[in-house]
């Protein structure tokens, strides 16, 4: 009922930048926190960025340290799209990432989660 498809990922070289997008589709009422998880091989998945709801005020973000400062994470609700700008991009980086979302498909219906089938970053020279 909701699908979330991920974009942008690519080769690039350390240094370099990339944007990932993530647009969630299908039946949505509201989405609360909205994130970026990656998987490098041989590695568990890990958050490295998550974004609240902005409400009535500002949206609040978090992020792994070894992406502090590098990473931002942005969300376009008008769109229902989350953003994750990677500058300073490090060989480390190099992993599946997948955005994460917790939709809510009807006013009165509960809420779940749901994640996007990922897109591959590979950062090397």
């Known amino acids: 009922q909701v699908q979330l498809v991920e974009s942008g990922g690519g080769l690039v070289q350390p240094g370099g930048s990339l944007r990932l997008s993530c647009a969630a589709s299908?039946?949505?009422?509201?989405?609360?926190?909205m994130s970026w998880y990656r998987q490098a091989p041989g590695k568990q998945r890990e958050r490295v960025a998550v974004i609240t709801s902005s409400g009535s005020g500002s949206a609040t973000t978090n992020y792994k340290d070894s992406v502090k400062g590098r990473f931002t994470i942005s969300r376009d609700n008008a769109k229902n799209t989350v953003y994750l700008q990677m500058n300073s991009l490090k060989p480390e980086d190099t992993a599946v990432y997948y955005c994460h979302a917790n939709v809510q498909a009807r006013y009165d219906s509960g809420w779940f989660n749901y994640w996007g089938q990922g897109t591959q970053v590979i950062v090397s020279s």
């Open positions: 299908g039946s949505i009422f509201s989405i609360n926190v």
